[in-house]
């Protein structure tokens, strides 16, 4: 088990103890609430967390929060409102950035599911992971779902009914293609606070999910000529088969334990790459600091990043990364999404875009739909103006532990061959073997004996070579199954791997 203590950092903007002088805590976190307030991080109205959640967070005594904010309320910065909190009262010394330019905004086929090895034979299809998901299972270990169970029902119930209190009838009409106003602030506050990003609201667009965001970049660059995307190897089968829907190609650039290998990048003369820098898929990795200035130097010579955050909240062991946007902004087109925090049936996302494609991916999210449905939107910018969202993160970290401490210990216990990869964050784990076998096998032979994950082959488009085959492995998530389930699946597999060698 890794211990609770080594926690160092909060997302609060991005706060990390570590960096604090001996004997000076109280002093250091006033004089980032002071920044952060003077450059508009934390604009008039903002509420700071409660002293004892921050204290929690930062693993401080909850008095040096209590000096800081005494310090704030002396400077005239702060106010305490009893229940409503502690509300920032004074306005930035710097503006915000300024609102870009903007022009005027003027039946599925059907068919019988797979047999369990046709699943997992040859290359995947494109309706693999919706013949993975109808595949019947006593335990689901797939990657990428969050704790469904745990989605605040409650209180998103409450913030609906404010919300239709307070709906004209003029609101249930068509709306702005970008998005609600009041979630393009939502969205850029906790991007401010959460991401170390600062974005004016009208520079964010409200996708529907990630996956749409990449369509509708491919189709933004495949009209200014450009027809690859490269991609990490490994990386994730469904983002490939996205791009390639849309006719680019997908160029694998590898991934080692410092993440995208840039000079094989320069070798290949993509014009764009899409990665997942703080959390990579699926291997856990982390971009580390001498790669990330490689690719701001390929960037600067004319290269578009494209950052998939897909998961960047959820980490329990490491203090937080920041987001390539949040340094290298007019190279980068940055997408997330709620789909690992709350549910990915919302479909809601948000793309920020340089502001030499910023007009054309209004443009075409205007023709996918006219924009995401009105009613979740502001649902969701009312939970996150109020302090919900922060709450439910604190709630999935504490439960995702759990299950992510114990499907390592199962694995140490019934799979103690295996490596685990990709352990300090996100809600998945990669697990590699030391063998010779086909772990699209063992995927089989596991969904058989009613266990369903995800062969790590799925996901690289490298071919193999005969002198150095890869490393077989799974791609096992742990966020949506009970400790319970979890050893029993893991036990399982073990079971079908000995049969298997």
């Not at 980032?32 to 109205?45: E, F």
């Not at 409503?84 to 710097?94: Q, R």
């Not at 997992?120 to 689901?140: N, S």
Request: proline fraction near 8%; glycine fraction near 10%.
């Amino acid at each position: 088990m890794i211990n609770d203590q080594t926690i160092t950092g909060s997302d609060f903007l991005q706060l990390n103890t570590r960096e604090a002088p001996a004997g000076g805590l109280s002093g250091w976190l006033a004089d980032h609430l002071r920044r952060a307030i003077a450059d508009g991080r934390l604009p008039v109205g903002s509420r700071l967390p409660a002293t004892r959640t921050l204290a929690g967070d930062l693993q401080v005594s909850r008095g040096v929060v209590t000096e800081a904010y005494r310090r704030l309320t002396e400077d005239g910065h702060i106010a305490g409102r009893g229940r409503g909190g502690t509300i920032v009262v004074a306005a930035p010394v710097t503006p915000p950035p300024a609102a870009p330019h903007l022009a005027p905004r003027p039946a599925p086929v059907t068919s019988l599911p797979p047999t369990r090895a046709a699943l997992f034979a040859g290359v995947p299809t494109a309706d693999v992971f919706d013949d993975l998901r109808a595949a019947p299972a006593r335990i689901d270990l797939s990657p990428g779902v969050p704790d469904l169970t745990a989605f605040p029902r409650a209180a998103w119930l409450r913030a609906e009914r404010c919300v239709l209190d307070d709906l004209s009838s003029a609101d249930f009409g068509y709306g702005d293609p970008r998005g609600a106003p009041a979630l393009r602030l939502a969205v850029a506050n906790w991007l401010a606070r959460t991401r170390g990003i600062r974005v004016h609201p009208a520079e964010v667009i409200i996708v529907a999910g990630v996956a749409q965001a990449l369509g509708l970049i491919a189709q933004v660059l495949r009209a200014d000529g450009i027809t690859a995307i490269a991609i990490e190897d490994p990386g994730s089968l469904g983002t490939r088969q996205h791009l390639q829907h849309w006719q680019m190609d997908t160029p694998p650039i590898p991934v080692d334990s410092e993440g995208l290998r840039v000079e094989e990048l320069r070798a290949t003369g993509a014009a764009a790459v899409l990665l997942t820098p703080a959390h990579q898929f699926p291997t856990g990795v982390v971009l580390d600091g001498g790669r990330r200035r490689e690719l701001m130097r390929w960037a600067g010579d004319g290269g578009l990043i494209i950052e998939d955050d897909y998961d960047a909240e959820h980490r329990y062991d490491r203090p937080p990364v920041p987001a390539l946007r949040s340094v290298l902004g007019e190279h980068v087109c940055y997408t997330g999404s709620v789909s690992k925090l709350l549910a990915p049936a919302l479909r809601i996302g948000w793309l920020l875009a340089p502001p030499r494609h910023f007009d054309p991916l209004v443009a075409a999210k205007r023709y996918a739909d006219l924009g995401n449905a009105m009613l979740a939107q502001l649902v969701l910018a009312r939970l996150m103006g109020n302090g919900e969202i922060e709450r439910q993160l604190r709630y999935l970290r504490r439960r995702h532990r759990r299950r992510r401490d114990a499907m390592i210990a199962a694995i140490g216990a019934h799979l103690p061959g295996a490596a685990v990869h990709g352990a300090a964050a996100g809600l998945h784990l990669m697990i590699t073997f030391d063998a010779v076998f086909a772990d699209t096998d063992l995927a089989a032979a596991s969904l058989a004996a009613g266990v369903k994950v995800q062969p790590l082959s799925w996901h690289s488009q490298r071919p193999e070579r005969p002198e150095r085959p890869p490393r077989p492995g799974l791609v096992l998530g742990y966020a949506a199954s009970t400790p319970t389930d979890i050893g029993e699946g893991i036990a399982t597999i073990g079971a079908v791997l000995r049969r298997l060698l």
